[in-house]
């Protein structure tokens, strides 16, 4: 939303990565769960052994309980008490997509992307994601339209 207002909207990516890797968090976190890849604990939907038969790259031992979407809030909430932040469906932010080439040398405070463009940024993984890279909370990837595991979370700013 440009300009920014008090109504209802997708998160920013900065909003969503925030909320998902440092709120609330003493150290930004690299997964949803504590500890390295794969999950040792029930930690999120995330392509596993019940879709092992249809998916290539699944997490090794790991068995959530779905093999598509679960119903949201089935797995334990961060330590700010967001739910679903990775896995069970990757989420669509506002921000248009674009590769940042100077990420590392120059801090940007709070972006919010180009003002157009083609695909919109998705962050977090799915219940599709199994990679060790597609897991991690810093994760994004880009679509233009719709796809089975791919949904969205409302945000709206404090007043």
């Known amino acids: 939303v440009r300009p920014p207002n008090t109504g209802y909207r997708l998160p920013t990516e900065a909003e969503w990565a925030y909320a998902a890797r440092a709120y609330q968090r003493s150290q930004p976190a690299r997964y949803a769960w504590s500890g390295s890849y794969p999950p040792t604990t029930l ?9 092992a038969d249809t998916l290539v790259d699944v997490v090794p031992g790991y068995d959530d309980g779905y093999r598509g979407t679960a119903p ?3 797995y334990p909430a961060s330590p700010a008490g967001w739910y679903d932040l990775s896995g069970n469906v990757a989420e669509w932010v506002n921000d248009y997509y674009t590769v940042y080439p100077s990420a590392g040398t120059t801090l940007v405070r709070d972006p919010l992307g180009p003002v157009s463009g083609q695909h919109h940024v998705v962050r977090g993984s799915s219940w599709r994601h199994g990679s060790i890279s597609e897991l991690r909370l810093s994760y994004r990837d880009y679509s233009r339209g719709p796809r ?3 949904g969205f979370r409302i945000a709206r700013y404090a007043e």
Do not use: E
């Open 43 to 51: 930690a999120g939907n995330y392509a596993d052994a019940r879709i």
């Open 72 to 74: 949201p809030g089935s």
């Open 148 to 150: 089975p595991d791919l």
